[in-house]
């Protein structure tokens, strides 16, 4: 059974930070990449950033490019998204996501790629 839990959304206003936990068990993820994806009303659900277990060659949508930063703790089987700068457009809910790596190497950003899926956590920004 694998599992993956986020943490750490909440509202926080125009500029402020927030930083989303996931928490990954089950299996073991070697040959996966981890992605956090977000979705807000009416869009469909897009990726943010994308890390290997191993922690080198993060990948950013130019939206957030700059503002978050994700990386690992594999002593805890956990990813992080720092969000800094936050702004009214990255209201959303945030959902982390495992996936086949693309050539054992690159993070997918195509959401129906990815097999295994978090419960989502609201992130209100307001302004």
């Known amino acids: 059974q694998v599992q993956l839990v986020e943490s750490g959304g909440g509202l926080v206003e125009a500029g402020g930070s927030l930083r989303l936990s996931c928490a990954a068990s089950?299996?073991?993820?070697?040959?996966?990449?981890m992605g956090w994806f977000r979705q807000a009303p009416g869009n469909e659900r897009e990726f943010v950033a994308g890390?290997?277990?191993?922690?080198?060659?993060?990948s950013y949508a130019d939206s957030v490019k700059g503002r978050f930063t994700i990386s690992v703790e594999n002593a805890k089987n956990t990813v992080y998204l720092q969000m800094n700068s936050l702004k009214p457009e990255d209201t959303a809910v945030y959902y982390c996501?495992?996936?086949?790596?693309?050539?054992?190497?690159?993070?997918?950003?195509?959401?129906?790629?990815?097999?295994?899926w978090g419960q989502g956590t609201q992130v209100t920004v307001s302004s």
């Open positions: 089950g299996r073991t993820f070697s040959t996966y990449g």
């Open positions: 996501a495992a996936g086949p790596l693309m050539w054992n190497y690159y993070i997918r950003t195509e959401a129906r790629l990815y097999d295994y």
């Open positions: 890390i290997r277990w191993s922690g080198d060659n993060p």
